[in-house]
């Protein structure tokens, strides 16, 4: 008689696209070492983002190593939206789970999205930032590189993909895809979960379903932060220009006054750099909807330096 506990079971890839890092098998051995529930297994699939497939004999001597199996694709061109369909194309699972190849996951993470899937299309959860002790105090205490939703924000239009459950039913359906025009620039997951919400697709959030990225002491610095929240500036005012025109107007419209008194705050709080910060880095946003409303490039801000990841 067959096992019905085995036969009954759903499978859920967890894709991490990479690009030179070696991180990647951290994150690998953290899924691998996933608490599932019963009904639940999974597959565990890497996309190569780099020209050349670099990351195949180390995940090759991984497998030897450690006897844990891993789908190895090669989708190159450093462009993260191509490893990311590329994604969309292999899977072949109901489910699919993106995460980043400079994080690892908590042992209950998928458990966790698995649980609150309930009705929904996308589940998101935290993304945690791990500092470097040597991190300056304002960087640590606004935890600028962290991924997550603010609890009371419903409905939720957007996401990301540095911890996320999909439904593929749902993304085959619409034919949802990751632009790759933005695939080297970043936000290309902002657009692809802004779309799947316009075609009537339902975003959750679980916050316990948590995984950490170590943040290189590199981007922990006022140039990194300010330039990915203009970027971010640029991307939401491309998904409104994109979805909901009479949205993109006002946005645009309104960034000339938003980035007067978000100085005005900056300044005004300097006796408190936490708040002047954050007042910064709102202005900055708003920056980034100017220049686009001006018709300036969306900042590229991947694959273009050596050591560059193809995750976001």
Not at 89 to 101: E, G
Request: charged share 20%; proline share 4%; net charge positive.
């Amino acid at each position: 008689m067959a096992d019905r506990s085995k036969t009954e079971q759903i499978e859920v890839t967890v894709c991490i696209c990479t690009f030179r890092r070696p991180s990647v098998l951290h994150a690998i051995a953290s899924v691998a070492g996933q608490k599932l529930p019963n009904e639940l297994s999974l597959r565990i699939l890497v996309i190569d983002n780099d020209d050349a497939p670099t990351s195949r004999n180390r995940i090759s001597d991984y497998y030897t190593a450690t006897g844990i199996s891993v789908d190895y694709r090669h989708a190159p061109s450093r462009n993260i939206s191509i490893a990311r369909n590329a994604a969309l194309n292999v899977a072949a699972t109901p489910w699919l789970a993106f995460m980043d190849d400079d994080e690892h996951a908590s042992a209950t993470w998928l458990a966790n999205l698995w649980a609150a899937r309930s009705g929904a299309n996308a589940v998101f959860g935290p993304s945690q930032a791990i500092y470097d002790e040597r991190a300056r105090f304002w960087i640590k205490g606004g935890d600028y590189h962290s991924n997550r939703i603010p609890e009371g924000k419903r409905p939720i239009k957007t996401g990301y993909t540095s911890n996320v459950l999909m439904d593929m039913q749902f993304v085959r359906q619409h034919g949802l895809r990751f632009d790759t025009a933005l695939g080297r620039t970043g936000g290309e997951d902002t657009i692809f979960f802004h779309a799947m919400y316009r075609n009537g697709g339902v975003l959750a959030y679980a916050p316990d379903a948590i995984v950490y990225e170590d943040v290189p002491l590199s981007r922990t610095n006022l140039r990194w932060i300010l330039i990915r929240r203009y970027r971010a500036g640029q991307v939401y005012a491309m998904m409104f220009h994109r979805f909901d025109r009479t949205t993109y107007r006002r946005v645009s419209w309104t960034a000339p006054l938003n980035v007067v008194v978000c100085a005005a705050m900056s300044v005004a709080m300097a006796f408190n750099p936490s708040r002047a910060m954050w007042w910064l880095m709102r202005g900055t946003l708003h920056c980034g909807v100017l220049s686009y409303a001006f018709g300036l490039d969306i900042h590229e801000e991947y694959g273009t330096r050596i050591g560059d990841t193809a995750g976001n």
